[in-house]
């Protein structure tokens, strides 16, 4: 997909230039965007009453690429790089905070999960760092690679109740953006799965007194 890239900016320049030498501008590519799947916001039914606490889910610390909206890409381990006109309709930490307040909603298992806008304090808060949410190409396979670490902290104490490093490559179907985008989406509805059985877990073994 690297080879797509250096296509597609070559052919940028050469319009522009086009533009500047006939004094008339061409014809902009089209920007598509993308989104993640949101799950249900309908709680299951359950004869359980729900944990009697609230949660706050932060939206996740992220490099300055992560607060973008361009899909991004990286080859080997260093080397990272941005799509022009594939875009997000948000910064990917914004998009990842949505799907993990939708999980942990729709799970029915808290008295409250909301956002920091919409809840001033909050019994724990669910707060971490992204690290990579990228299109991987290693030479050998193409994978969706998503990685960040993620903690659960009590706002009265400050204390971190519980932790999850989570990072897992998922499979791309083929080598295009759309089956990209949808390998990262997968992974990430992975991650809110991971974390919400996390949490279940968490407050099982620790019950509310």
């Known amino acids: ?9 070559g052919a940028a320049l050469a319009v ?7 004094g008339c501008g061409g014809a902009s590519r089209p920007i598509k965007y993308y989104q993640l799947s949101l799950p249900g916001v309908i709680a299951p039914a359950t004869t359980t009453p729900p944990v009697p606490v609230t949660i706050v889910v932060r939206r996740l610390l992220a490099s300055t690429l992560y607060r973008d909206r361009r ?10 790089g941005t799509y022009e006109y594939e875009r997000w309709v948000g910064p990917p930490s914004e998009l990842i905070q949505g799907v993990f307040l939708g ?18 304090g909050g019994d724990y808060a669910l707060h971490g760092r992204l690290y990579e949410f990228a299109e991987h190409d290693s ?5 969706a690679r998503l990685t960040m670490d993620l903690e659960l902290s009590d706002t009265q ?19 295009t953006v759309p089956d990209v985008v949808a390998a990262l ?9 991971d974390v919400a059985a996390g949490l279940e877990q968490y407050f099982a073994t620790h019950p509310i007194k």
Do not use: C
């Open 139 to 143: 030479g050998s396979n193409l994978v």
């Open 103 to 120: 999980e942990l909603r729709a799970s029915g298992h808290y008295s409250g999960v909301y956002t920091p806008e919409g809840k001033a």
């Open 16 to 22: 522009a230039a086009f533009g500047i030498l006939s």
């Open 71 to 80: 899909l991004v890409y990286s080859v080997g381990n260093q080397q990272m």
């Open 185 to 193: 989406d997968r992974n990430v509805q992975l991650a809110a799965n």
């Open 1 to 9: 997909m690297r080879r797509r890239i250096g296509r597609r900016s």
């Open 157 to 175: 104490t400050g204390a971190t109740v519980w932790r999850r490093y989570y990072t897992h490559d998922e499979p791309v179907s083929a080598k």
